[in-house]
């Protein structure tokens, strides 16, 4: 009887990782600019170059709030890099890296839901484009309405209705692998970087609570989290900003720091350029092949191109 049992437990493991391996793949991706893309899509890896055209297997809701359409969300195209907004597309992030390798990994389709905007803060007592902020203080909620729609000024309402309505537009057959952060540049002044730990905890389990509310299932109170530091040489670098993300690291198991530096850029001394985007995107990659989010061969990540 117990060899039967333990037959039977054998089967029914085997069973349920069959069942999550055939769930599409979703993966939550958000930030500032960094994260929206500021380099030149001339200037993508040769291997992204060769596609010629949109991703095989990679299909994504983008919204940042720039044009304030709500019927947006929810609604997935397959991938080329761009960023949303008028007279700017053509410009890649990290994340154009990213989906590459796990897309030649996965084979098949899976789901991006991204919602970044430039120079966007945490703290709203911090400057911040378009008076758009990420904060997930419960008083400031209140008040402050998604910035997709008219009038409103929070990122993290847009960003979790996309979620929302994304994951009801694939089905129920998904699986969350984790949300991708890049993020603090503009929390570097004021009373930002003393709070970014807090600040940025709290969003963290914003949208964990969130996912937990939205799908009924507790695995993702332990959602992974991966962020890209800001890099020690960036012009918008603040060293408690940088120091608050290790400090989560250490604090909580599913949270992970890829560190950017030393940060080569466009030009500006701030925004990523080819190789600091492809050095991010590949070390989130083997990130969630370390974790066992995706099954993959680990790719190698360029050293830094410095003059």
Request: proline share 4%; glycine share 8%.
């Amino acid at each position: 009887m117990s060899k039967f049992i333990a037959l039977l437990l054998v089967l029914l493991t085997m069973t349920a990782k069959a069942q999550t391996s055939e769930k599409a793949a979703v993966i939550l991706t958000a930030g500032q600019s960094n994260t929206a893309g500021r380099c030149m899509n001339d200037m993508l890896p040769d291997y992204i170059k060769a596609l010629g055209t949109d991703y095989e297997y990679c299909n994504w809701s983008y919204t940042n709030g720039s044009t304030r359409k709500s019927e947006s969300e929810g609604v997935f195209r397959r991938f080329w890099p761009e960023m949303e907004s008028a007279g700017k597309a053509g410009r890649f992030a990290y994340d154009a890296i990213l989906y590459y390798w796990v897309e030649k990994a996965l084979q098949k389709d899976f789901y991006v839901v991204k919602h970044a905007h430039g120079g966007t803060s945490i703290d709203p007592t911090c400057r911040s484009s378009r008076d758009f902020h990420w904060s997930a203080d419960a008083a400031w909620l209140a008040e402050h309405a998604s910035c997709n729609e008219a009038g409103g000024t929070s990122m993290l309402k847009a960003f979790v209705s996309n979620i929302g309505k994304s994951l009801d537009a694939i089905g129920p057959d998904y699986d969350i692998k984790c949300m991708i952060w890049h993020q603090g540049e503009s929390d570097r002044s004021g009373s930002g970087p003393d709070g970014y730990h807090d600040n940025l905890k709290a969003v963290v389990q914003y949208v964990r609570d969130y996912l937990v509310e939205k799908t009924g299932q507790l695995k993702y109170a332990t959602l992974p989290f991966i962020c890209g530091t800001v890099p020690t040489n960036s012009s918008q670098y603040n060293k408690k900003v940088y120091d608050a993300l290790f400090i989560l690291q250490k604090e909580d198991e599913n949270f992970h720091v890829i560190e950017t530096s030393p940060g080569t850029f466009i030009g500006d001394n701030l925004h990523f350029d080819s190789n600091c985007a492809e050095r991010l995107g590949i070390g989130i990659y083997n990130k969630m092949v370390d974790l066992g989010l995706i099954i993959g061969e680990k790719q190698a990540v360029p050293g830094p191109i410095l003059p």
